[in-house]
C-alpha cells in the first residue's frame, strides 16, 4: 500500500480553555483531493499549521509522505505548494519579485508555469503589491503555491476573495493537479467548492473531527426535510408521527405537518398509516444543509450523530 | 470613547516623549551645577565660553540668552532641543492618525460604526495635544527636580510659557502633518510630510546666519518659536509669537478635515491617474533574488543607499565641524576635564573619534533596530510562515537574517570610513587609516550586537522589542556622552555597550570589548534560533 501523503495520529494542540484541536486522525492517500470542513475557529487552520511545521503539537504526530512534519520539515516542503490563509503583505515589491524571491528561495520554478497560471487567471505581475486587489493577492498566493508543480497542496481557504470566475478556473487547476497526480488537502467552509472538487470530505468542529466521509456518502446520509398534506376531512395522527423513530421538528399547522427524518423513511410511512395523504414532499437535502445540521449548536449531541 | 481609543493608539508615543522630556530636562538643570561652576565669576566664564560655543551650532538650535543662568542654560541646551524632539513626535503620531490607521483599516472600521470624518479626526487631534500637554509638564518637572532651588529661582509662569511654546509648535506640525497627509500617497506621507517641516526647520534655522533665508523665517512655525526664550531671565514671552502657532495649528487642523472629507479613503485628495504599462506574467529575471543573502539586501535596496548616503554624509558633515568646535572650545577652561575625559593622543583625530563615532554607533545601533522591526514584522504579518513553506530551515533563516545585516552594516561602515577618510585628508586632519578601517568595521559587531540581543527579546515581546531597544540605545549613548562629564561610577558606566566599542581611532580596538560583543552575538543569534525553532509560527 503507498505510503499515504498526509497521515496525522491523535494530534492535539491544546491552547487551552477547549481552544485547539485534539486527537486527529487522519490519512490521505496520494492524488485524493480532501476537503477540510469547519466553521471559523474549528481548528482547520490549526491542523494546516501542525502539518506544515508551523507550530508543535501539544501531543502525537503528524506525517507528509512518511516524513515528520517537524523533525523533517525540510524535506517536506520540498513536496509540498502551501497557501496560507492570510497572504502576507509585501508592500512595494511587484508580483513578479515575489515570484522570483520564493522561486529562488525554492528553485526549480519553470517561467512559463508561472506565465500560464498568471495568464489564467489575468493576474499582472508587474503591478506592485499594495495595488493588488484582495482577489489579485490570493491569486498570487495560488501561484506560489502551484508554480512548482508540487506532489502535495495544501492550501487553507483558498478562494477567499476570488470572484467566481476566477473561482471556477482555480477548480479547473485544482484539477489538471490531480490529473497530474498531486494530492490535495483544501480547508474550506464553502460546501459547494468541496462538491466541486473533493473525493472526501473531513468535518472538524470544536477542535475535533466529526466525521470523514466521500461524496457519496454524505448524499447518502439520509437528512430529508419532508412536507406532507392531509386530505380535507382526514385525521392528522400527529402523536405517531412525533413518536416515530428518526423523525423530529415536527411542525403541524392545520392539515399540513412539516418534519425531518434521518435515516430511512419506513417508520414515518408506518405512523402515517392509511390516512389519506393528498401531497407529500421531500426536500433532497444539500450538502450546505448537512453542514448546518452538523453545526447547529443548539443541537443535541445525539442529533450530531450520524446514522448511515 | 473615540477619544479614549486615540489616547490608547498614542500611549507609547506619550510614554516614551515624556519620559525623554522628563530626563532631559532634569539632566540639563542637574548638569548645569556641573559644568558652569558655582561662583558667580565661573558662571560668568562659562556663559561667554558657551556663548561662543553655541556660535557653531545656530544652524540647529539658537545662540543661547543668559546661559551663565540654569533658566538661559536650560532654555538653550533642553528647549532648543525639545523643538526638534516634539516637531518629530507630531510628525510620526500625525503620519500615523492619517494613514497608518488608514493602511491597517482601523480608520474605515470607524467611519462604519457611524463616527463622522470630522468627529475621527478631532479625537485624534484632542489626543495628541493632552499627550503633548504631559509631555510638556514632564518636561517642566524635570527642570524643577534639576534645579538647585536653594540658590535659583525659575518662575512656574515662565516655565509655564516654555510648556505652552512647546504646546503651540507641536500642534502646529501635527496639523501641518495631517494636512499634507490628506495631499499625498500613503506610502509617500511620511518622507513628504518629513520633508515639509525639515524645509520649515531649515529657512528658519538657516536664516539665523544666511541673509537670503531670513526674509523667509516668518513662513516657519520653529521661527515663532524662537521668538521666546522664557526661562532665561530676560527673556521675552511673545505672546503674539504664541497665538501665531496656535492659529497656524487651527488653520492647518481645518483644512485638513475638510480635505479629509472630500478625499476617498486610500487616496490622496487628488489622485494621479495609474499610468499603463504592458502586463507582465513572467518572474523578474533579476539574478539577485535567487541568491541567498543577497536577495535580502536587493530586497531593502532603497534603505540601504538612504542609510550609506546618509551616513557618509555626516561622517563629511562631522569632520568639516572638528576643527571650527574643538578650537574655540581649547580656549574654555572649564571645559579642560571634558577634553580630558574624551581625548587620548592628538587632539583633532581624536575629537573627531569621539563624536563621530560615538553618534555613527547610535546610527548602527538604529539601523540594526531597523533590522530587528522587520524580523518582527515579518513574522506578525504572515511572511516568515511562507517563507517557512519552502524548503528552508528556521536556523537557516536566522542566519541568512545575520548575514543580511552583516553585509548592509559592512556596507554602510566601508562607505562612510571612506568619506571620512577622503575629508579628513581635505581638512588636514591626521587620521590613521588603519585605526580608521578598524573602527569602521568595529562598527559591524557593535550593530550585530543590537540586533542579537533584539532578535532574542523579539521572541518573547514583539510588539515592544523596537521601543525597548530604541531607548536602550539612546540610553546607552547618552549614559557615555554625559557620565565621564558627571563623573559617574564606572558601574553605570560600564552598563553601556556603547563602552564595548571605546575609542578605536585614539586607541585602538579594544579587545576586551570586542570580545564580549561578539560572545553577546554568538549567545543571542544561537538563542534567537533556537528560540525560533521551538516557536510556533503564525499562532
New interface residues.
Partial sequence: MAVPAIRTHRLTKDYGAGRGLFELDLEIQPQEVFGYLGPNGAGKT?TI?CV?????PTAGSAHVFGLDCLRD???V??F?G?L?G????????????V?????????G?D?KR??DI??RFD????RRF??YSSGNKQKLGIL?AFMHRPKLLILDEPTGGLDPLNQQEFYRLLAEARDEGATVFLSSHILSEVEHVCDRVGIVRSGRLVRVANLEELHRIRLHHVEIEFADGAAVPEDAIRSAAGVDRVVVTDRVVKCVVHGSFDSLLKALGTDAVENLVSHEPSLEEIFLEYYREEASPDALSIRP | MLFRFALRQGRWGLAGFSLLAFLLALLQSAGFYQVAGHTAAERAAFGKSIALLAAQFTVIVPAPLRPDTVGGYVQWRAYGFFAIVFAIWALASGVGASRGDEERGLVEATLAAGVSRADALIARFAAFTASVIVAAAAGAAGVYAGTDRLHDWIDPGSVAAASLLLLGLALTCYAMTLLVCQLTPA?MATALAGGVLLVLFLVNSLGRSLDLLRGWRWLSPFYYYDLSRPLAPGGAIDVRAIEVLLVIAIVAGLAAAIAFSYRDLGSPLLALR?RA??????????VW???PVA?GLY?RRAGLIAWTVGMAALAVVFVLLTKSIVQPMLGISSLAPYFRAIIHGEIYPSFLGFIWFGFAELLFAGYAITHVARWSA?DS???L?????????RTAVIIERALVLVAGLAFIATVSAAALGVESQAQAIDVSTRKLVEASLLLVPFGLFFAAIGAVMAAFIPRATVGLMAGFAIASYFVTQVGPIFKWPDLVLDVSPFKLFGQPLASGVDGAGLAIMVIVIVVGLGASALLLR?R????
Fill in positions: 490549526t499549521r506544515m511545521g508551523m507550530i508543535r520539515s525540510v524535506e516542503k520540498r509540498v502551501y496560507p492570510d497572504i502576507p503583505q509585501f508592500g512595494g515589491m511587484r508580483g513578479q519579485d515570484v522570483a524571491y520564493f522561486g529562488g528561495m525554492r528553485g520554478v517561467a508561472v506565465h498568471a495568464e493576474l499582472d505581475l508587474g499594495r495595488e506560489l | 506610502r495609474l504599462h504592458g502586463v507582465i506574467r513572467e518572474p523578474s529575471r533579476v533574488w535567487r541568491i536577495r530586497d515579518e504579518d504572515g511572511r510562515e511562507l517563507t517557512l513553506g519552502n524548503p528552508i530551515s521551538r510556533d509560527i503564525g499562532a
